[in-house]
């Protein structure tokens, strides 16, 4: 018998391939099969899943120290963690455009309504609904640039005294680990507040503010650094941050100016 993953000759007894690691699966796959497999991954109580997103939220440092020391088995791996984030991301996008639109519009209605603003108000809903119609195309792509981004604040934020502990790479894992769990309990808030009428603008606020906190949370667990310290370092990441996005914005400004100048655009 040999792997089906790797090819690596097997005993008939054995139940995971020393090689590669992988399960022996001798059972044809029936919807009995699937469902327990299924269970394994997402719903059982053991499950990798929940382990790691409860994990990130009790003791952050056990999962990305953890994973960046070679831990890899206990916790779902970063880039797994990450694309289930924005699958997770895509539905919380399909049920607001889906089912509530109508709280989106309102949310962020400025309309005075003692005032004709009938054109404004096309307009206004034309946009809107371009909102919704192309962020569903755009959101994962965003979420993804986000995280070099960011790591490249985080890692010169804690650089820049000279007390290096991560390299850049692992300041990626970091920032994985850190917007996947962000992006998640976004997710389910703003679902939550769809279903229990809370006001989106409301919502957007509440859910900003509690990123903020738990990305100093998770910094401050994860480097061991004091509360003081952590702060001023991810005040200074933010600012990094804006930097980046303000020279991309200026380039962009740039380049747009000069194609029009040689009448490309």
């Not at 809903?125 to 640039?145: R, T, V």
């Not at 980046?244 to 747009?256: F, K, M, T």
Request: proline share 2%; with cysteine.
């Amino acid at each position: 018998m040999n792997c089906k993953n790797c090819y690596k000759t097997l005993n008939d007894t054995q139940r995971f391939c020393d090689e590669c690691g992988a399960k022996v699966i001798q059972n044809r796959l029936t919807p009995k099969v699937l469902a327990t497999q299924v269970n394994e991954e997402f719903i059982s109580i053991d499950n990798k899943f929940l382990r790691t997103f409860v994990n990130l939220l009790k003791k952050p440092e056990d999962v990305i120290n953890g994973y960046i020391d070679g831990t890899r088995k206990k916790y779902i791996n970063v880039i797994q963690y990450f694309a289930i984030a924005l699958t997770v991301a895509g539905i919380h996008f399909f049920l607001m455009k889906t089912f509530f639109m109508d709280q989106f519009e309102s949310a962020f209605q400025i309309i005075d309504p003692n005032v004709d603003n009938t054109e404004f108000m096309m307009n206004y809903q034309k946009a809107l609904n371009d909102i919704a119609g192309s962020g569903n195309n755009f959101q994962s792509l965003i979420y993804i640039l986000s995280v070099p981004f960011s790591a490249i604040g985080t890692w010169i934020a804690y650089n820049f005294t000279g007390t290096k502990v991560y390299n850049f790479t692992e300041h990626i894992v970091i920032n994985l680990y850190y917007y996947g769990q962000s992006i998640i309990i976004s997710s389910l808030f703003s679902i939550f507040g769809y279903i229990v009428g809370i006001n989106m603008a409301i919502s957007a606020t509440i859910v900003m503010l509690l990123i903020m906190i738990y990305q100093f949370y998770v910094f401050k667990r994860v480097t061991g650094h004091g509360t003081i310290e952590t702060i001023a370092k991810v005040i200074l990441s933010y600012i990094i941050l804006g930097l980046q996005v303000l020279i991309l914005l200026i380039l962009l400004i740039i380049i747009v100016v000069l194609l029009k100048a040689i009448n490309i655009i």
